[in-house]
């Protein structure tokens, strides 16, 4: 019986892309060619997807930035054309990218926009044909 406990959570694991807190893009990876429109899914472990507002803990939601690094911890997660705000809780966009290289950000953050860190943000190169 707790072989099958462990096992279960080892295949949980590697199926989440996870160790303890992380968002994660699923479906896309680090050297990608992709093609626009490119849809995003965005994952998160350890925390919950919430909306924007009320401030819970371990809880908050998705960022992606375009062409730009993650914000620091505490910092407010600006909002512009570089960077997407899911404030609705949303886990997936499309977005239409130009042809060439990008850099993709995903940024979790508090219900008041609210960096948690590089502890929870992915960046991904990927290149746009």
Avoid at 50 to 71: F, M, N, P, Y
């Amino acid at each position: 019986m707790i072989k099958q406990v462990i096992a279960a959570g080892f295949t949980a694991l590697l199926l989440s892309g996870c160790l303890g807190d992380a968002v994660y893009f699923k479906g896309i990876s680090d050297g990608d060619t992709v093609s626009s429109p490119l849809k995003i899914n965005m994952g998160v472990c350890g925390m919950d997807v919430r909306k924007a507002g009320e401030v819970v803990e371990d809880t908050g939601h998705h960022h992606l930035i375009i062409d730009g690094d993650c914000i620091a911890k505490d910092e407010t997660v600006p909002k512009d054309a570089t960077h997407k705000h899911f404030g609705k809780g949303q886990t997936e966009t499309t977005l239409d990218l130009a042809p060439g290289e990008h850099t993709l950000s995903l940024q979790f953050a508090n219900s008041m926009h609210s960096s948690y860190g590089a502890e929870m943000c992915e960046t991904i190169h990927i290149k746009v044909e």
